[in-house]
C-alpha cells in the first residue's frame, strides 16, 4: 500500500494517510516529515479504498499510522460539515463525507469528526423531490445519495437526522429509479453501477424488498462481457473494473448464493466487516486518538 508521508502544516500535527500510487510523492518512512512537497499528500478515498483491502486481504491494520490518518481525517472537515479530499486543498462534496466516515468506522475512532455538522450538512443537501446532492442546492444523485445514507447509517444517525417523512419520501425516490436496472437520476439511462448505489441505499432503508430482482439482476448480467468478462456500464460495451465490482456487489445484495454477502455501508463482504469488528474488540477505542 502507498501511504503518504505525513505531511507538517504550519506547525499543528502530522496529517497522514494514502495516496492511489506509489510513483506520487515521496517515499513513506515514519521517522521524517516533508514539508508540504506539492502534491505529496494523501487522498481520503484513497485511504478508505487502502483500509478496505488491507482488510479483505486479512491484514490486521498494525502497520498503519493510525494516529496519523486520523489526525489527516480532522484537518479534512470543513466549516459547513463536508470533507476536501486533500489537506493541501480540493472540491468538497458527499463523496469525500463517504470516505471519511468510511474511515473512522474502520478505525474504531470517530474522535477527528464533528458528527453533527456532517448530519447537518446532509440534511441541507436533500432535495425537494428527496433525493440527495452532492452538495446544498444540486441535483439529486444516486451515488450521492448512497454517500450520504451510508454515513448517516455508519454515525448511528439515520433516524435522528431525517425525520419519517424525509425517510418515506427517499425511500420513494430511490426506488423511481428503477426501469429495468437502476438509474443515477430521472430521465437517464440504466447504468449498472447504480444497481450498487441505488440498490444498497435501499438495503440501508429496509427496503430491498420493494426491488425487482429479476429485472434488476437481468440488466446487470446483460452488461457482461462475453470474451473477456467482467460488466460494463451498459450491455454491448467495454468492461471495467468499477462497474465490475459494483455489479458484482449489487448482485449479492440481491441475493446471488454464489457471491460473499457484501455489507451495504461499508461495501465490503460481510466476512471482512466479521474480521474488521474482531479487530475491534482486540483494539481498545481510542486507543490511538489524538
Not at 118 to 144: M, T, W
Not at 206 to 218: F, G, H, Q, R
Request: aromatic share 10%; proline share 4%.
Amino acid at each position: 500500500m502507498f501511504m503518504a508521508l505525513p505531511i507538517f502544516l504550519g506547525g499543528s500535527s502530522d496529517v497522514g494517510g494514502f495516496r492511489g500510487a506509489s510513483f506520487l510523492g515521496m517515499p513513506f518512512d515514519l521517522t521524517k516529515r516533508s514539508a508540504g512537497v506539492c502534491n505529496d499528500c494523501s487522498h481520503v478515498a484513497m485511504t478508505y479504498t487502502a483500509l478496505a483491502t488491507l482488510l479483505i486481504l486479512g491484514d490486521d491494520l498494525s502497520r498503519v499510522d493510525k494516529r496519523s490518518v486520523l489526525q489527516g481525517i480532522k484537518k479534512l472537515q470543513l466549516a459547513d460539515g463536508s470533507f476536501a479530499a486533500t489537506a493541501l486543498g480540493s472540491e468538497s462534496d458527499m463523496r469525500f463525507v463517504y470516505c471519511a466516515c468510511c474511515v473512522c468506522y474502520m478505525l474504531n475512532d470517530w474522535s477527528p469528526i464533528d458528527q453533527d455538522r456532517v448530519a447537518q450538512f446532509i440534511l441541507k443537501c436533500q432535495n425537494y423531490d428527496y433525493g440527495i446532492g452532492q452538495r446544498p442546492y444540486l441535483e439529486a444523485h444516486g451515488g450521492s445519495t448512497f454517500c450520504a445514507l451510508a454515513s448517516l447509517v455508519l454515525m448511528g444517525r439515520l433516524h435522528t437526522t431525517f425525520s419519517p417523512a424525509r425517510v418515506e419520501g427517499l425511500k420513494l425516490w430511490c426506488i423511481r429509479r428503477q426501469q429495468t436496472g437502476f438509474q443515477g437520476r430521472p430521465n437517464k439511462p440504466t447504468d449498472t453501477c447504480y444497481s450498487f448505489w441505488i440498490g444498497a441505499t435501499l438495503h440501508l432503508l429496509e427496503c430491498a424488498s420493494w426491488v425487482d430482482k429479476l429485472w434488476n439482476t437481468s440488466f446487470i448480467l446483460s452488461t457482461q462481457s462475453k470474451h473477456v468478462g467482467g460488466f460494463a456500464k451498459w450491455p454491448d460495451t467495454h468492461p471495467d473494473p468499477l462497474h465490475t465490482y459494483l455489479g458484482l456487489s449489487a448482485l449479492s445484495l440481491s441475493g446471488d448464493l454464489e457471491l460473499h454477502p457484501v455489507h451495504a455501508a461499508l461495501n465490503i463482504s460481510q466476512r471482512t466487516v466479521q474480521w474488521l469488528h474482531h479487530l475491534h474488540t482486540t483494539t481498545p477505542p481510542h486507543s490511538h486518538s489524538m
